[in-house]
């Protein structure tokens, strides 16, 4: 059995994932929302769900909220409940993309009166993260055009860049502002954040609060993602990430399910870059669970990042920049691979077990008659993010 050295152990025991609200509830494909027996049916019931992931894993501390699919009358309430169950609440969330007034954009609107409304809609964002001790502010913008004529590509970019602005003057000294890029959908032929050069130039003109969020289903295919993350921490503006895997476009899959090798390969770029364990960037999942159960679904991903990391952290670094140097080639990728394709699983098993955990966090959760009691307790559980 491979043995993880205590330095890969105490970095491991660092990794702190953040968990989407909307990961619990029942979301939608294009066709149809199939429902979860169990689904939380409020907010509250998401926060005690995403609360039995950190229990068995013990790496997914925060929960991050979506405005308004997690509006609450008192969110010193939902704070104090998501503490009480030993989590806490993490990035917020805003959307411009479910509003009729938005249907030709909302920050980059050509109408000063609809880019008010949703820069509006922004402040009030940061006046939930005030109450939910928020830091990070996240924004994914559904804007862009179909045809090609159809919008002033240039004063979009402008007007972009002035409502961002105006948000970003009233971020706390403790906020900040992630801005997410994606390269397509719902627009096809032009998206006015499509990729990290167009979030990178948005965001350093507005200051040193404001970060680039990378959500690993938003690039094309073949596109290399962790030349992306290596650029952007190198710049010091990779804010956080979205993980979550691909087979075709923004799946939203459980992260390192389609493609492990790639999730390693971001790993170790983060590795390489310091960026992990690094206060200054928060390792979010974006996903949906549309066929499969919730938690599991989260537990999942929680531990398949946590593998992928320990493999990263295997990697011998003297060794690979020594074959890098003398330019051996075949050497250094097989350093590179000697550690993707170790088998770091009976070492965390036991791991865990030596911190008080279940050497088998899925059988554990599994075995804890929690589905069955939410199944039962909860009737009518509510679609809460994506699909009609
Ligand atoms: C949309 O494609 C983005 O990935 C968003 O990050 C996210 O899924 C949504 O805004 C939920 O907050
Ligand atoms: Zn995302
Ligand atoms: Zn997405």
């Given at each position: ?109 050509e109408d ?133 895997s691909r ?69 011998d670094r ?71």
């Amino acid at each position: 059995m491979t043995t993880l050295s205590p330095e890969i152990l105490t970095a491991l025991e660092q990794q702190a994932i953040e968990l989407p609200s909307w990961a619990f509830g029942n979301s939608g494909t294009r066709f149809k929302v199939f429902q979860t027996p169990g689904t939380p049916r409020d907010p509250f019931e998401k926060i005690a769900d995403a609360a039995q992931v950190h229990k068995y894993t013990r790496l997914a501390p925060v929960v991050a909220l979506h405005i308004p699919w997690d509006k609450v009358e008192n969110f010193a309430d939902l704070r104090k409940h998501a503490e009480d169950h030993g989590v806490e609440l993490g990035t917020i969330n805003s959307n411009t993309f479910q509003d009729e007034d938005y249907k030709f954009g909302a920050l980059t609107h050509e109408d000063a009166a609809v880019r008010q409304k949703a820069i509006d809609h922004h402040l009030e964002c940061i006046d939930v993260m005030h109450e939910t001790g928020s830091r990070d502010l996240k924004i994914w913008l559904a804007e862009g055009s179909n045809y090609p004529g159809q919008a002033d590509l240039r004063g979009r970019q402008d007007r972009l860049q002035e409502s961002l602005q105006q948000i970003y003057d009233r971020l706390g000294d403790n906020q900040r502002l992630v801005l997410e890029y994606k390269f397509f959908e719902p627009a096809f032929y032009h998206t006015d954040v499509p990729d990290w050069g167009t979030s990178y130039a948005q965001v350093a003109s507005l200051g040193e609060k404001a970060m680039v969020c990378l959500d690993t289903g938003h690039h094309a295919p073949g596109t290399n993602i962790e030349f992306i993350v290596m650029q952007l921490l190198r710049l010091g503006k990779l804010g956080s990430f979205d993980f979550n895997s691909r087979f075709y476009a923004d799946d939203d899959l459980i992260v390192g399910a389609a493609d492990p090798f790639q999730l390693f390969r971001i790993l170790f770029e983060v590795i390489r870059g310091g960026g992990l364990n690094n206060p200054e960037i928060a390792f979010m999942l974006d996903q949906c669970h549309n066929v499969e159960e919730k938690i599991p679904g989260q537990i999942r991903s929680v531990l398949n990042v946590q593998e992928m990391t320990a493999r990263a952290l295997l990697v011998d670094r003297d060794a690979l920049a020594a074959a890098q140097r003398s330019g051996d080639v075949l050497g250094a990728n097989a350093v590179f691979m000697d550690a993707f394709y170790t088998d770091v699983r009976p070492a965390l098993a036991q791991w865990r077990e030596s911190r008080g955990l279940a050497a088998d966090p899925m059988a554990a959760f599994a075995a804890s008659g929690y589905q069955n009691t939410i199944a039962a307790d909860r009737v009518g559980g509510v679609q809460s993010s994506w699909g009609a």
